[in-house]
């Protein structure tokens, strides 16, 4: 019988193709999210979660160890943890706040040090001993075998529900005889998922799945997504720094600006494995690299062209700042409170950061006349804000990055027939997709590959351009600006590009 020693997180379908990507991700998995924000209890139908365990110890090869014996004795997805505080309250507030992802928490390695707490969650935690493993967690396994996309019927909405009730969500764990490095940890306060906003963390766990199958499919990494349910910042970070043995590296995802800005700052400076929020610098790598190309084919200058945003939260100030360090002088950002600039009373600190070297001539309108003579619209934000007369007002050979998520500023073959030179959005059903997925698999991989324990801005810029020049000038074209989601080829270079900055 084989000794298994390691665990990976691995998909349970193949994602070989964007209708699969769809389905899996986004746009498609924005249907399950909201189905669970409406009944939380449809997370157990929705994700994984009926077969997740987390199992807790003081020591990561223990709680391996353990896992190991609960996923190969009673095919239970169980997941290891290491805590470093063995006070009870850092205990509780840990097992409290992880309770979205599991359907049971193991404390049993732990026993004397938690048999007299009691948790406030609504799912069984093993405190020690017991009868029956497998009816004390109540777990249950689905899995499809000889699986294909062309059973679901429906929508992309609608066959992504199907896949993952099918399912019961898109990861599982698979034993490993050999040591596996520790996964990457995709840790959600569920404060800013994709376009749906504030939807808490039992509603982002399929988001999360998501993004861990392409970690495992594209960048052969593995990751654990952690939904926290506290959204206040010191919780956040003191839950990471607790756990941090148990990581690799941390995936920090979809959580609201300007907390995102002060949860990274902290863990970049406190924690001793790299930390990456892929909203903000994920985002900006690939917006940088898109936008490099479509000047290209424009034949304007970063220097020289006007760029309006709207949205000035996480996303869209990384990738402003990115863009400002390859040369860019005339940007203006816009939210729901107009342009920003410098003493704006609506402005949090990120905001009158930012507006110090932006909109440089102290516009105080809005969109609709700030997008004047603009170059470059890129759209972090929410649907439908952009239109026809907006396009039009634009400059010669507009370009249209409208990347809110699932449903963008502008729909792309909309903004074409209103005059757009180039168009992208977020969305693997349109020619351009501006998606993430072309940079955290990579960048992961160069990171576990070469144990890389910081992440630095000259890494994410030589990643841009290494991406950008991934399409040939020969390839190049209005339709066809950086390389598919899947495209294996960026993977490679967004990896050795981290290592060689």
């Known amino acids: 019988m084989a000794k298994y020693n390691g665990i990976k997180i691995v998909p349970k379908v193949e994602v070989n193709d964007k209708n699969a990507l769809a389905i899996v991700y986004t746009p498609g998995v924005a249907a399950s999210c909201l189905k669970i924000k409406e009944d ?183 990751a654990m997504p952690l939904c926290l349910k506290t959204q206040k910042t010191e919780e956040i970070i003191e839950i990471v720094l607790l756990l941090q043995n148990s990581f690799s590296g941390i995936n920090l995802e979809d959580i609201k600006a300007p907390r995102c800005f002060e949860v990274e700052e902290k863990l970049i400076e406190t924690a001793n494995i790299p930390i990456f929020h892929d909203d903000q610098h994920g985002t900006a790598i690939v917006v940088l690299a898109a936008l490099l190309n479509a000047l290209h084919l424009a034949e304007k200058s970063i220097e020289e062209v006007k760029i309006v945003f709207s949205g000035a939260g996480a996303a869209a100030i990384a990738v402003c700042k990115l863009i400002l360090a390859v040369g860019a002088k005339n940007i203006i950002m816009f939210d729901i409170d107009g342009a920003v600039y410098k003493g704006r009373v609506q402005n949090n600190f990120a905001h009158e950061q930012i507006a110090q070297y932006t909109n440089l001539q102290g516009f105080k309108g809005d969109l609709k006349d700030g997008i004047k003579d603009a170059d470059v619209f890129i759209g972090l934000s929410a649907p439908n804000l952009l239109s026809e007369t907006m396009i039009k007002s634009m400059n010669t050979k507009p370009i249209v990055f409208a990347l809110a998520n699932p449903t963008p500023e502008i729909m792309p073959d909309i903004a074409k027939s209103y005059g757009a030179y180039i168009t992208a959005s977020g969305r693997s059903d349109f020619p351009n997709q501006i998606n993430n997925s072309l940079v955290f698999p990579g960048l992961f991989n160069g990171v576990l590959k070469h144990n890389i324990k910081k992440i630095t801005q000259e890494m994410k810029l030589n990643c841009a351009f290494a991406l950008a020049s991934i399409v040939s000038d020969g390839e190049l074209s209005p339709n066809y600006i950086l390389p598919d989601a899947l495209d294996m080829r960026a993977v490679k270079t967004i990896s050795d590009n981290v290592v060689n900055s």
């Not at 935690?125 to 967690?137: A, I």
């Not at 066959?159 to 969500?169: D, E, N, Y």
């Not at 995709?186 to 799945?209: H, N, Q, R």
């Open 40 to 222: 939380i209890q449809a997370s157990f139908d929705y994700t994984n979660r009926e077969n997740s365990v987390a199992v807790i110890s003081f020591d990561y090869e223990k709680s391996l160890e353990r896992a190991v014996f609960l996923k190969s004795a009673l095919g239970i997805d169980a997941y290891p943890f290491e805590i470093s505080s063995k006070d009870s309250e850092k205990i509780k507030l840990v097992t409290e706040n992880i309770e979205p992802n599991f359907g049971a928490v193991d404390l049993s390695l732990m026993e004397d040090y938690v048999k007299d707490t009691e948790f406030n969650v609504n799912i069984p935690v093993l405190k020690g001993e017991t009868e029956s493993l497998k009816e004390f967690f109540l777990c249950v396994s689905k899995n499809l075998f000889m699986f294909s996309f062309d059973k679901l019927t429906g929508d992309v909405s609608e066959k992504s529900l199907q896949l993952r009730k099918m399912a019961g969500g898109v990861i599982e764990t698979e034993l490993s005889e050999d040591r596996q490095p520790k996964p990457i940890g995709i840790v959600s306060d569920g404060s800013a998922v994709l376009g749906l906003g504030d939807i808490k963390a039992y509603a982002g766990l399929p988001v999360m799945e998501g993004k861990a199958v392409l970690f495992s499919r594209l960048g052969d990494v593995s």
